[in-house]
């Protein structure tokens, strides 16, 4: 029996829209009403909480993931609760997800800090071990997080929405896991990409030039 050539490209459009987006749904914790947003493209999720009104940090996690008739079977790399609950892998299912993409830019991926430029020069960090910085950045929403895969020692996190245009980038904070009070502040930077580098700078949240490095990362 042959397939229908349209039946099969639906589905994979379906499946490619349900892959590589950025999402939303809220549930209730000790009476107050908490956002979990969902960040996933082909094979990397994240899940991210915080509170709707006050956008104050509660938890993230994330790791690779296989998806399988039961939800999305993650295998995590961080997860900020890990001195409590001791969760390694988790499944999530997609239910009352919403769908909160924005228009997809540029930097669009996974992105490891590499390193940093000094006055002196270029001084680059090991990327292959198990303390790791990644920033995902989706559909205008960016997370960046800090962690060790070994420990599952959390060190912090960040996210919100960004845009990326003419060599000017701009982050604007919803949650940050190491200062509350960060929320809604905007941070405007210059950029630069030579090859599989992103060349970042300007003023960090405390008001310090930083001039960083990040590679896509590549597993």
């Known amino acids: 029996m042959s397939t229908n050539p349209y039946l099969f490209l639906m589905f994979f459009l379906l499946s490619l829209n349900l892959t590589a987006q950025v999402f939303t749904f809220t549930s209730n914790l000790e009476g107050e009403k908490i956002i979990h947003k969902i960040l996933m493209d082909s094979n990397y999720l994240i899940e991210t909480r915080y509170n709707s009104e006050s956008n104050v940090f509660v938890s993230t996690r994330g790791g690779f993931y296989q998806k399988s008739e039961k939800g999305f079977d ?9 001195a409590k609950d001791s969760l390694k892998r988790i499944m999530l299912v997609s239910k009352g997800w919403k769908k909160s993409s924005l228009d997809k830019q540029i930097h669009h991926g996974k992105w490891l800090m590499a390193g940093r430029v000094r006055p002196e020069g270029e001084k680059r960090r090991h990327i292959n071990g198990a303390r790791k910085t990644l920033k995902f ?6 997370q960046w997080t800090a962690f060790n895969t070994e420990s599952f020692k959390f060190y912090g996190s960040g996210g919100g929405t960004y845009s990326a245009k003419d060599r000017n980038y701009v982050e604007s904070i919803v949650y940050f896991s190491r ?10 930077f210059v ?10 700078k300007g003023l960090n949240s405390k008001g310090e030039p930083m001039h960083e490095i990040w590679t896509q990362r590549k597993n």
């Not at 993650?74 to 890990?82: A, G, P």
């Not at 950045?137 to 960016?142: P, T, V, W, Y």
């Open 191 to 200: 950029y630069e990409l030579k090859g599989s580098d992103w060349y970042h």
């Open 74 to 82: 993650i295998r995590l790399e961080f997860n900020s609760n890990y």
């Open 179 to 188: 200062d509350n009070s960060k929320s809604g502040v905007v941070l405007p």
């Open 137 to 142: 950045l989706l559909d205008g929403h960016f």
